[in-house]
């Protein structure tokens, strides 16, 4: 049997991710949660991580000091998760466009144990 490609990431962000995040990634019919949601506030960054590799997610953040070295850390180990994604400090439509860019352009198969930045996404001037 082979093994079926999975299209659409599904996002965990974080505790440092605005609140109103996950909703409006759900409103635009990709599947979102947040610590907030899930009761996981204050976890440790590793223990966020292993909750997101927990439930297939990729998990999407602000804190690129900790997870930088975190995903460097977990592919030391062969340890695999379904994704980093991180970004500066933005607001929250432009982060939200971001997000939806990347979703759009980037399958969950290609995010697997990947880091990837939002500053990727961001629309470029013509």
């Known amino acids: 049997m082979v093994d079926e490609v999975k299209l659409f990431i599904a996002l965990y ?3 440092d991710v605005h609140k109103a995040f996950a909703k409006e990634i759900r409103r635009h019919g990709f599947d979102a949660i ?5 009761k996981r506030r204050e976890e440790s960054d590793e223990k966020q991580l292993e909750y ?3 439930q297939g997610r990729a998990l999407l953040s602000h804190n690129q ?6 995903h460097e850390k977990w592919l030391h180990e062969g340890r695999e998760h379904a994704g980093i994604i991180l970004s500066h400090r933005i607001e929250i439509g432009e982060l939200l466009r971001r997000t939806l860019r990347l979703l759009d352009q980037v399958t969950a ?9 939002l500053s990727d996404f961001a629309e470029r001037k013509k």
Do not use: G, I
Not at 34 to 38: H, L, T, V, Y
């Open 13 to 15: 962000a974080d505790e």
């Open 34 to 38: 947040s610590a907030d949601e899930e």
């Open 52 to 54: 997101a590799v927990s």
């Open 65 to 70: 000091k900790h997870f930088e070295p975190l």
């Open 109 to 117: 198969d290609e995010m697997h144990n990947s880091l990837r930045y």
